[in-house]
């Protein structure tokens, strides 16, 4: 979770580096050879020049494409009609990003619902734990997982008109999907230190969502209320009864929206994605990001070469998928070693968290390694 910090060094030293890197895909197209990709958080303090040289960099070092946040679950960084603008960022960058030949996705939040105007107006849209306790006035771990329920309708058209909007947005090339999913039933390993718990199974306060609208359409389905299980987390029903939620709300409801405006239609997603009951596997989504943290989860870069093969495995469709690697405390031999264990696990390319964390040296290692590889060719 720490994963939504501002990290706002992308300011420094990142005039550099020469350009020149050529291979850029039109936009909008899949890529014969490898795609690679940033995520890219809001910064005030960025001048259209520093976002020029960063985006020249970029296109120079092999990134592809960019992620930038524009909805974060209350804020849009773009001009919504349905959120509150914090300001226009989306309309600061985007052409910027576009004349240095990068394709630009649109970075939203999914399911978490920070408005205060939501939650007093609706606050039967959200999602209730194994106590009763509803995330919109009690929410796990942190203060933003006020996570909307998948199975409200409200709730759908809700994060709907967000894919619309953006969508919407002639020169956007697609959707990006974060947090389409549930609160973590478990944490990764290396976080449950940071929240001071131990999560040696599933406990109620962190199992979603067993709202009254879950509970009926379960018991439709099934003749039993879930709230009467003994042990929920072995009831394997129930447990696909959560992914079909999900799944059901990307696939058919938010994905058709993105793709009537015949944009691109992607997600960050889990490898551990039980925990957080998001079967992303069968989405038939254009591409996949997993977020392969591995330091999260006490491992080293062989971890995103095995998950990185285990994600290929599981999709049932030609959706593409690119290794997601959290630059935030690596150095650049541990980023060089990460790109190259994503790429021995057939990736389709990486994607990085986050630009701002980047420095010359990173830009370098990556440049570095993209040129070695173009000469394998």
């Known amino acids: 979770m720490t994963r939504r910090e501002f990290i706002n060094t992308m300011n420094t030293g990142i005039t550099g580096l020469a350009l020149g890197m050529s291979g850029r895909s039109r936009a909008g197209e899949q890529p014969q050879s490898l795609k690679n990709w940033a995520w890219m ?13 960063l985006f020249a960099l970029m296109n120079d070092c092999g990134i592809h494409a960019v992620l930038p946040e524009i909805y974060n679950g209350h804020h849009a960084f773009y001009n919504s009609a349905s959120h509150p603008v914090e300001f226009d960022w ?10 240095a030949g990068l394709e630009v996705h649109g970075w939203m939040w999914s399911m978490p619902c920070n408005d205060p105007a ?14 009763g306790e509803s995330a919109g006035e009690k929410p796990a771990y942190v203060n933003y997982y006020r996570f909307l329920c998948p199975n409200r309708t409200g709730a ?13 947005i002639s020169e956007i090339d697609g959707v990006h999907l974060d947090y389409i999913r549930f609160p973590d039933v478990i944490l990764a390993e290396a976080l449950q230190p940071k929240y001071n718990i131990v999560q040696d199974r599933e406990y109620p306060q962190y199992d979603y969502c067993y709202c009254q609208v879950c509970r009926e359409k379960f018991k439709t389905q099934t003749g039993i209320d879930p709230v009467e299980l003994q042990d929920p987390s072995q009831h ?8 079909d939620s999900i799944s059901n709300l990307v696939k058919n409801i938010l994905a058709p929206e993105a793709r009537k405006m015949n944009k691109m239609v992607t ?19 254009d591409a996949v990001l997993p977020m392969l943290y591995n330091t ?5 870069p062989d971890w995103i070469q095995q998950h990185t093969q285990k994600g290929k495995t599981s999709l049932t469709s030609k959706t593409r998928l690119y290794s997601g690697l959290f630059v935030p405390g690596m150095s650049p031999d541990d980023l060089t070693n990460a790109i190259k264990a994503a790429w021995a696990g057939n990736a389709d390319g990486f994607a990085l ?20 590889r173009e000469r394998e060719k």
């Open 296 to 300: 999260f989860y006490n491992a080293g």
């Open 353 to 372: 968290f986050n630009a701002g964390s980047l420095k010359d040296e990173h830009w370098k290692a990556i440049k570095k390694l993209n040129i070695e």
């Open 267 to 285: 997600a960050a997603v889990f490898p551990n994605w039980h925990m957080v009951r998001q079967q992303w596997s069968v989405w038939h989504l």
């Open 90 to 99: 989306l309309g600061q960058i985007l052409p910027l990003a576009k004349a």
């Open 41 to 53: 958080i809001p910064n005030r303090r960025m001048s259209e020049d520093d976002y020029k040289a």
């Open 118 to 131: 939501i939650r007093e107006q609706h606050p039967d849209w959200f999602m209730v734990n194994g106590l």
């Open 156 to 168: 759908q058209n809700f994060i709907q008109t967000t894919v619309r909007e953006i969508a919407t």
């Open 236 to 243: 394997k029903e129930w447990i696909q009864f959560r992914y």
